[in-house]
T-cell receptor, first 111, second 118 residues
Framework: GDSVTQMEGPVTLSEEAFLTINCTYT??????LFWYVQYPGEGLQLLLK?????DKGSNKGFEATYRKETTSFHLEKGSVQVSDSAVYFC??????????FGTGTRLLVSP | NAGVTQTPKFRILKIGQSMTLQCTQD?????MYWYRQDPGMGLKLIYY???????DKGEVPNGYNVSRSTTEDFPLRLELAAPSQTSVYFC?????????????????FGEGSRLTVL
C-alpha cells in the first residue's frame, strides 16, 4: 500500500540555520504530496503541496520539490526561526478520500 | 471563524465505559475524517465520510463507530473503552471532489481531543 517515510527527529537547530527534513514515498499511481505542520497544542495545518512531478510547493519560506525519479519530497528552509519549532508531517494522496501521513519530525530551534 | 470544532478537549475514561467525541465544521465541507495520533506513529485514519449519510472505514476502525446525519457533524463513538484507545483524536474536513483537483489533500483539522483510558 501507499506509505511515507520521514527522517526521525528531533532535529535541533540554531536560529538562522538551514533546514532539511527528508521524506520519501511509495505509491501506486501518481500521488499528490504535502507537508503539514503541527504547532504545540494545535491541530495540523497544511504548509505546502505539489500535485505533479517537478512541481515546487512553497509557503512561509519553506520549499519542497516533487522528485518522481527519487520518490522524494524533502522540506527545506534557508533560515529557521524559533517560531518554526513544531512537528512536520509529510503526506500523500492518490485520491480525495484518504491522506497517508508519515510519522512526523519534530523540529526544535534555539535562539 | 470557527472552522472545525472538537469537544471535549480532554477526557479520562475507565475501561469498559463508552463516550462520544463531537466534531462540527462550519465550512460546508462534504468530506470529514477522524484520525488518531499516537506517539511516533503519525496519524492513522479511523473513519471518514464523503457526505451526509455515507461513512466508510479507514485503517483502524475497530472499537469505534461513526454517523453522519448532517453535513456539519461527524461524531465518533467509542464503545467499551480499552487502554489501547488512549490517544489524541483529530477530526478534519475538506471540500473533497466539490473543490476540484486543486483542493485535493487540503484538510482542515480541529485542535484535537486527548483521551486517556485507565
Amino acid at each position: 500500500g501507499d506509505s511515507v517515510t520521514q527522517m526521525e527527529g528531533p532535529v535541533t537547530l540554531s536560529e538562522e540555520a538551514f533546514l532539511t527534513i527528508n521524506c520519501t514515498y511509495t505509491a501506486t499511481g501518481y500521488p499528490s504530496l504535502f507537508w503539514y505542520v503541527q504547532y504545540p497544542g494545535e491541530g495540523l495545518q497544511l504548509l505546502l503541496k505539489a500535485t505533479k512531478a517537478d512541481d515546487k510547493g512553497s509557503n512561509k519560506g519553506f520549499e519542497a520539490t516533487y522528485r518522481k525519479e527519487t520518490t522524494s519530497f524533502h522540506l527545506e528552509k534557508g533560515s529557521v526561526q524559533v517560531s518554526d519549532s513544531a512537528v512536520y508531517f509529510c503526506a500523500l494522496t492518490t485520491g480525495f478520500q484518504k491522506l497517508v501521513f508519515g510519522t512526523g519530525t519534530r523540529l526544535l530551534v534555539s535562539p | 471563524n470557527a472552522g472545525v470544532t472538537q469537544t471535549p478537549k480532554f477526557r479520562i475514561l475507565k475501561i469498559g465505559q463508552s463516550m462520544t467525541l463531537q466534531c462540527t465544521q462550519d465550512m460546508n465541507h462534504n468530506y470529514m475524517y477522524w484520525y488518531r495520533q499516537d506517539p511516533g506513529m503519525g496519524l492513522k485514519l479511523i473513519y471518514y465520510s464523503v457526505g451526509a449519510g455515507i461513512t466508510d472505514k479507514g485503517e483502524v476502525p475497530n472499537g469505534y463507530n461513526v454517523s453522519r446525519s448532517t453535513t456539519e457533524d461527524f461524531p465518533l463513538r467509542l464503545e467499551l473503552a480499552a487502554p489501547s484507545q488512549t490517544s489524541v483524536y483529530f477530526c478534519a474536513s475538506s471540500y473533497g471532489t466539490s473543490g476540484g483537483w486543486s483542493s485535493v489533500g487540503e484538510l482542515f483539522f480541529g485542535e484535537g481531543s486527548r483521551l486517556t483510558v485507565l
